[in-house]
């Protein structure tokens, strides 16, 4: 396998290490050694070493939610995720990406998302048209929201409508790129899709992003990649948060006590934990669960739940279960994957709402 | 009956163990059998660097409890296929490298933590938990485990019971066999078996200590009920630098004589001018050893009163706080790639342990015996585990890539070679096999040679309760 000397390094130094064993959302819930960062890595090795083929290790590399809960726990800096990303783009490569993988592939190149999809539903359809038209602020909803959870879509509108805030919503919304990232990681489709969402964005004075995944990939990715954006990116939660500081929420605490699912997304990759939890403290009594800020615990997306639905589930009853260890009542989400994975669960302990829930009162 | 595996056979085994625990809990998968090959042990791991695969098991099953562990044992039994339990592989003995193929059972879907009882101070679990989990649990409720060694994060509570591991405050709080109040054990035969309702008693011997220790080859071990303790309301550290080991060991013996101290680490010359240097930042010639002592308040002021009177008198240069502290917040460091010794080196831990009348003994035995024999091994040792009796050596050997053959084969050799040199040496002077990392299939070679005729006794134990020797062969000598 064609494998970057850096890659190859990280590959090598983690194959035989076991420090991130607690750590993996997926193996936690799986309990499969498989789910380990060492486990990849030691198939990667093989790989690279002729002991094994790469298309026999492929459904395992996908099994990874790349959410970097093992590469901020290692204290030496090596990166799980950069190798598992690059093992994704040499399997496209060689050709054997596994089929319910290309698919998803297929339906990104062919309609910007991976689930194929063309229309939302007619709420959205409506409250995207009374955005339509050019404003200095762009609220980019995202394909999760758009297609998969349009209720939440419409109530981030909702939420910026609240604050008098003049902003646009495209209905021809460009797919960010994070999709096919975390596809088939750094191929040329995927940042010509990233190049062409730059673009649209370049149009804004401000882009407001509703998903914390295309928040990391503007923000984060796009840098990497070495594709600007000329314009602000702000995180929704941030703004928001901005919004209450300036008065142009009014806030009513009602005394629910709660606790806040991270985004790694946010809190992780790119440092931004407490914005979220001054609206939460605005609205509801804080209080935290196990493994919170940047060592938070992924809790599924809607994405992984296309081709491993029972993994996503288990991962998200996990997160629950932290949840409900501490007492809580009640999740406050501010990632729409999360939200829509954590619902999945069926239980009745605990209640699962967005940060748009909390403050519309819903 | 002896048979010869066929395709036909293997799938009504196969359709069999999915019955017991589910389809999607039992992988015939390259990826799943390569990854429950390679262990912590270096000849695996070296094995794997060559672009070798190591034996693999033939299915790998992951059952959610005991009543599925048992169905599984069951099958096993009747086609005589072997069972070698999997934690999470962090061994360094080769203790869960299923060497005869067959079924690898992981236990780590048995990871339930069923009661945190702040009462009774205990956490019931499956054994498939990692241990920071359980340390997770413990601190939810204000408490702590304290097991803390370096694989807390990459070891099952199971995997410590099986290789009767230990962690870095062991000298207050105690090894993981002083840890566990009772257990739930699944013979070879099927039966689901628990321990007695307490652990010291007069019924009898101890069958929580028959399992502990048993690397997988009597039984498995589903659940068990860990120890757990008040968070200590303070925690100090004190370094010390001795000039010669001889004085560190008259020290630690006599303060033991008066008080526990959670930690105490005495590193060599050797591996103060490496590890310590590099991690913790002492430039000093000597032999470093950090103290670490907690608990209530007014008694830590007392301890560190009778420490410093102690230490002082046989002539150990007070560091401070400083380096202990640097050292408690680095305690995981040492592991991790870059840090931690890894191939192409060629290494190994050969931990033992003896009374205070022999281990410095022991020491300068090992010392000499492996770098006369080995001069192109490094020997490092620190001494990590102490009790009011003895203590015990965590002593390393270092061969560097240069000096490591490419063959694996003619690696494989000298390792082993290096090994039985060491641990021959300690067994000579009145050491035992392994302190704290377990026999597995590195030692179990040695085992009889330490025991004699007292191995009949565990060799009476397997007979009787594994009979058809399904259990982990080739580990533990057994």
Not at chain 1, 92 to 120: F, Q, S
Request: hydrophobic letters at 40%; aromatic letters at 8%.
């Amino acid at each position: 396998m064609i494998m970057s000397e850096k890659c190859k390094q990280h590959v090598d130094s983690c194959r035989f290490c076991w420090m991130c064993h607690h750590i993996c959302p997926i193996g936690n819930a799986t309990g499969q050694e498989r789910n380990t960062a060492r486990a990849r890595a030691l198939g990667i090795s093989l790989v690279n070493r002729g002991a094994i083929e790469l298309a026999e290790i492929m459904d395992n590399i996908y099994e990874c939610c790349t959410c970097g809960a093992c590469v901020r726990d290692c204290i030496t800096g090596w990166d799980p995720v950069m190798f598992t990303k690059e093992a994704r783009l040499q399997a496209a490569l060689e050709g054997v990406t596994p089929d319910y993988i290309n698919a998803l592939i297929d339906n990104c190149l062919e309609t910007g998302n991976a689930y194929g999809k063309t229309a939302t539903c007619d709420t959205l359809t409506a409250a995207i048209k009374a955005h339509a038209d050019k404003k200095d602020t762009l609220l980019l909803l995202g394909v999760d929201a758009k297609f998969m959870a349009c209720k939440q879509a419409v109530k981030a509108i909702k939420v910026l409508d609240k604050a008098a805030v003049e902003f646009t919503v495209l209905d021809n919304e460009p797919a960010s790129g994070a999709q096919l990232d975390f596809l088939i990681g750094a191929a040329d489709e995927t940042k010509q899709q990233m190049t062409a969402c730059a673009k649209v964005l370049g149009e804004y004075k401000k882009v407001v992003v509703y998903d914390p995944t295309d928040a990391k990939a503007i923000k984060q990715l796009y840098k990497e990649y070495g594709i600007e954006v000329d314009a602000e990116v702000v995180t929704y939660t941030s703004f928001v948060a901005g919004l209450l500081k300036d008065g142009k929420l009014e806030p009513t605490n009602s005394g629910e006590s709660v606790v806040f699912q991270d985004p790694y997304q946010l809190s992780r990759d790119l440092e931004e934990t407490e914005e979220a939890r001054e609206i939460v403290m605005s609205y509801a009594v804080l209080g935290e669960m196990l493994l919170n800020r940047a060592e938070t615990v992924w809790a599924g997306n809607i994405l992984m739940a296309q081709y491993i639905p029972d993994i996503v589930k288990k991962v998200a009853e996990r997160r629950i279960f932290n949840a409900t260890s501490i007492g809580a009542d009640t999740i406050v989400t501010a990632c729409v994957g999360e939200y829509v994975s954590l619902n999945a669960v069926e239980q009745d302990k605990v209640k699962i709402i967005s940060i748009e829930d909390l403050i519309l009162g819903e | 009956m002896q048979y010869q595996m066929n395709e036909f056979l293997f799938a009504m085994i196969l359709t069999e163990l999915e019955d017991a625990v589910g389809k999607e809990n039992c992988s015939t998968r390259a990826i799943d059998k390569v990854t429950h090959s390679v262990d912590y042990y270096w000849l695996s791991r070296m094995w794997a660097d060559r672009g070798c695969r190591m034996p693999e098991a033939d299915i790998v099953v992951c059952p959610e409890n005991a009543q599925e562990v048992s169905k599984v044992l069951k099958i096993a039994n009747y086609y005589k296929l072997p069972v070698t339990t999997w934690g999470a592989g962090g061994g360094t003995q080769g203790g869960a490298i299923p060497v005869a193929g067959g079924i690898i059972l992981d236990t780590k879907r048995m990871n339930k933590i069923y009661e945190v009882n702040t009462e009774g101070m205990y956490i019931e679990c499956g054994t498939g938990a990692i241990y920071k989990h359980i340390e997770y649990a413990a601190n939810e409720v204000g408490k702590a485990t304290m097991h803390y060694p370096s694989s807390l994060t990459c070891s099952t509570v199971g995997g410590f019971l099986a290789h009767r591991g230990i962690g870095v405050v062991s000298t207050k709080y105690g090894k993981i066999d002083d840890m566990v109040l009772k257990m739930e054990v699944v013979l070879p035969n099927g039966d689901i078996i628990e321990t007695s309702a307490a652990p010291k008693h007069a019924a009898g011997p101890d069958l929580n200590q028959i399992f502990i220790g048993s690397e997988g080859t009597l039984g498995v071990i589903t659940k068990a009920q860990i120890r757990i303790f008040d968070q200590p309301e303070e925690r100090r550290f004190r370094g010390f630098l001795f000039q010669d080991m001889h004085g560190a060991f008259q020290a630690s013996r006599e303060l033991l004589q008066k008080f526990k101290p959670s930690v105490m680490r005495l590193y060599d010359e050797a591996e103060t001018a490496s590890l310590i240097k590099k991690i913790v930042g002492v430039e000093r010639k000597g032999a470093f050893m950090n103290i670490a002592y907690e608990g209530v308040k007014e008694m830590v002021e007392v301890e560190e009163k009778i420490l410093l009177e102690t230490f002082a008198k046989y002539g150990a240069e007070d560091l401070g706080s400083e380096y202990g502290e640097k050292w408690w917040k680095e305690k995981i460091t040492f592991f991790y790639p870059g840090h931690m010794m890894d191939i192409p080196q060629m290494f190994g831990t050969m931990d033992t342990i003896a009374p205070y009348g022999k281990i410095e003994e022991i020491y300068w035995a090992m010392k000499e015996a492996i770098e006369t024999n080995f001069p192109q091994a490094k020997f490092i040792a620190h001494f990590s585990h102490w009790y009011e009796w003895g203590s015990m050596i965590y002593d390393r050997f270092i061969v560097e890539g240069k000096d490591v053959p490419e063959d694996p084969v003619e690696a494989l050799r000298l390792h082993q070679a290096i090994w039985t040199c060491g641990v021959r040496a300690a067994l000579a002077h009145g050491g035992v096999v392994n302190d704290h990392h377990g026999v597995g299939i590195k030692l179990g070679r040695l085992m009889k040679e330490q025991y004699g005729p007292a191995m009949q006794v565990f060799e009476g134990l397997k007979k009787s309760l594994d009979p058809n020797g399904i259990m982990n062969p080739f580990k533990l000598g057994l």
